[in-house]
């Protein structure tokens, strides 16, 4: 079983959906969990509360990873209170679906300036805190490579992490810090249920292509998270590791 007993785990965009599961999942596994939010104050204090319950430990930080301001304001606060990190999850994200004749400006850059930007840039204020031999995990989407229509640009933003994932998984393995873009497919969030895609159409589609039958649970990817944290992916990095239920791209 992978073990995190004694490391410090930072995870991004974590108040519910896909980084509430892995934040437990790495709590459960013996880390420390920081739990980020940008305006979900209650969701993320719920996740704090659910893990120390189970008698892990955690806390909350409030940041907008899509402002430069915010992100190295958290980052000192988690330098004061822990001086160092092992585990980084870069989860915060946006997603939106429009035909290209619908695209904005300001919507590019509100997908972008999260997703990706806000990804490098959590990465750039981690690295002084990350400890030689941290693992780097990046949520991406299999919508990185079996692009959707009327998702040119959220889909661009995915594949953008999975490129940055590689390329940093080599400019940092000289200190042995592993990257590695961690990309799940259709799952259940409050996200994906207010957006209309669980019960959609497209749900019911990609399920009947999905050789385990089911959408995915937070879970579901929280447990691939533990396991690319931990020792036991030691010789990982600089891969795409897709959480789909078998779903081919």
């Not at 007993?5 to 934040?23: C, D, E, L, M």
């Not at 204090?45 to 120390?52: F, M, N, R, S, T």
């Not at 400890?131 to 919508?143: F, H, L, Y």
Request: hydrophobic share 45%; proline share 2%; net charge neutral.
């Amino acid at each position: 079983m992978s073990t995190l007993i004694n490391k410090v785990a930072f995870v991004t965009g974590a108040s519910k959906g896909i980084g509430a599961g892995i934040a437990k999942e790495l709590a459960r596994a013996g880390a420390t969990v920081i739990v980020n939010y940008a305006s979900s104050r209650g969701d993320a204090e719920a996740v704090v509360a659910q893990i120390i319950a189970a008698g892990g430990s955690a806390w909350a930080v409030q940041g907008d990873f899509s402002k430069e301001a915010d992100i190295t304001r958290v980052y000192n606060a988690i330098n004061e209170k822990h001086s160092a990190l092992d585990i980084l999850v870069n989860n915060a994200g946006v997603y939106s679906f429009l035909p290209v004749g619908q695209t904005t400006v300001e919507e590019f850059h509100r997908l972008f300036n999260l997703n990706v930007l806000g990804l490098l840039l959590s990465i750039k204020e981690a690295l002084p805190l990350l400890r030689d031999g941290a693992s780097i995990i990046n949520i991406g989407s299999t919508a990185g490579r079996m692009s959707i229509a009327n998702g040119s640009v959220y889909c661009a933003t995915k594949g953008a992490i999975d490129s940055i994932s590689i390329s940093l998984s080599k400019e940092l393995g000289p200190r042995r810090i592993r990257v590695n873009a961690l990309n799940p497919g259709v799952t259940v969030t409050e996200g994906t249920q207010a957006g209309g895609i669980i019960g959609s159409e497209f749900e019911t589609t990609v399920i009947n292509s999905t050789p385990l039958g089911r959408a995915g649970l937070p879970s579901d990817i929280g447990r691939v998270a533990t396991f690319l944290a931990s020792e036991d992916a030691s010789w990982v990095t600089g891969q795409l590791v897709y959480a789909t239920g078998g779903l081919t791209m």
